[in-house]
């Protein structure tokens, strides 16, 4: 059995950092990742004026619950659409201030709309720079007095995060109605990090209330990444080996954990502890069809071992991986066409048939998950190179490393 540590979850550091921003008192995370996503967010805060420290294993942020301890400031997204979409709805609280936000073209691209719409009817002071509905764009911060809200999250569940996130810090709090929601885990994340920061919000089906008060300080262990570790369970599966990952267990609050599930329908033994997840193969995966609407980052990692599957696999209900860092759904398509690999597409979904596919340089599109997906199948595919391998610097900056360590000693095992 070959154990592997994963580093700290994007999507849990993300949330923990704004919450440790906004609560009263002093907030340790524990274990958070370090990666430029989680460094730009840092970044972020500081030039907000938060008080933020670094131990190797431990960050401290001083909170503060009237918000932005400057007035003034321009902000860096970098490609994090964490950052992008979290900070802006953390300054609009502030008493009063001028807020820049800009970000790198790819997350210029990436849209906005649904949140900045929502923030402006809550009276949110708000201008985009160029295009509307992406940045950059400018808070200017007066409070926020709550009320409220209809939301599309069909596009991203992170707009409805930002806003849930938000409601603590307004003076009555927040009433959201959800039409749309896509990666719906993702918001029980939201919902269970914010009970551990003193907020308990009611959920009554697709609506959400949020009390005002605010939040207060705690000490944070943030768990293994599900997503990064989608790369590792994909590998033995595909390879016929074991690999165990501590930190995930039964209480694991991702739902990207469930990317086990489908490798189990594909005919792999998982087995889940209190406290970790192992999965193990004999190498031979059946195909199937599946609907990863609320796992889709996980959905490059199933596309990059379909072509080994005995049968076809075809993915469903994933429209919202074309409006990720890239096109997903297309780079996925593109590169296993490359491969030689026979792919069908549609609007929100992927099909693809089982072959011997052929090395090929993989067309990134500066997309991490890309990268750390097509290693896998790489496993079985001697020869795959990357234009961009060093863009898994965004989540997992050692990736390469780690996963050729992985390799190494599941060989030697």
């Not at 274990?31 to 989680?38: E, G, K, Y």
């Not at 750390?372 to 790489?378: E, H």
């Not at 795959?384 to 992985?406: L, Q």
């Amino acid at each position: 059995m070959t154990v592997t540590d994963i580093p700290g979850s994007k999507s849990v550091t993300a949330r923990a950092l704004f919450l440790a921003a906004a609560a009263n008192g002093t907030t340790t995370l524990v274990r958070p990742l370090h990666s430029d996503d989680t460094e730009g967010f840092t970044e972020g805060l500081t030039r907000l004026g938060y008080g933020v420290s670094r131990e190797p294993d431990r960050w401290h942020i001083e909170g503060r619950p009237t918000g932005p301890a400057v007035t003034d400031a321009d902000v860096h997204c970098r490609d994090g659409a964490t950052t992008a979409r979290f900070l802006p709805a953390l300054a609009a609280a502030a008493a009063s201030g001028t807020y820049r936000f800009d970000a790198s073209a790819q997350m210029r691209r990436r849209p906005l709309a649904p949140l900045t719409e929502a923030l402006r009817t809550l009276g949110v002071d708000l201008r985009h720079g160029e295009a509307e509905g992406h940045h950059p764009l400018t808070v200017e911060a007066s409070g926020v007095k709550g009320g409220e809200l209809v939301l599309d999250a069909g596009e991203s569940s992170q707009y409805l995060t930002a806003l849930l996130m938000l409601g603590p810090l307004t003076a009555e709090g927040l009433r959201i109605e959800v039409t749309e929601l896509v990666s719906a885990p993702y918001i029980e994340i939201t919902l269970a990090m914010m009970r551990s920061f003193g907020v308990d919000v009611v959920r009554e089906g697709n609506t959400f209330t949020v009390p005002p008060g605010g939040y207060r300080a705690t000490t944070y262990a943030v768990e293994p990444d599900a997503s990064t570790a989608s790369y590792f369970f994909a590998a033995a599966a595909l390879t016929g080996r074991e690999v165990t990952v501590p930190g995930l267990g039964t209480d694991a609050l991702q739902g990207d954990l469930r990317f086990t599930d489908v490798l189990r329908r594909m005919g792999a033994d998982v087995r889940t502890t209190a406290d970790s997840t192992t999965v193990r193969s004999a190498g031979r995966l059946s195909g199937l069809t599946v609907n990863m609407r609320d796992i889709s980052d996980t959905m490059p990692t199933l596309a990059a071992i379909a072509p080994f599957a005995t049968s076809p696999v075809r993915i469903e209900d994933v429209a919202n991986t074309r409006v990720k860092e890239c096109d997903r759904l297309e780079a996925c398509a593109e590169n296993l066409r490359n491969m030689g690999i026979t792919v069908r597409t549609g609007p929100d979904w992927i099909e693809i048939h089982p072959g011997t596919p052929r090395s090929a340089e993989i067309v990134t599109h500066g997309d991490h998950r890309i990268v750390m997906s097509f290693a896998v199948a790489g496993l079985r595919t001697p020869g795959m190179s990357y234009d961009d391998p060093g863009c898994v610097r965004k989540t997992f900056p050692r990736f390469h490393e780690e996963f050729a360590d992985f390799v190494a000693r599941t060989t030697q095992g």
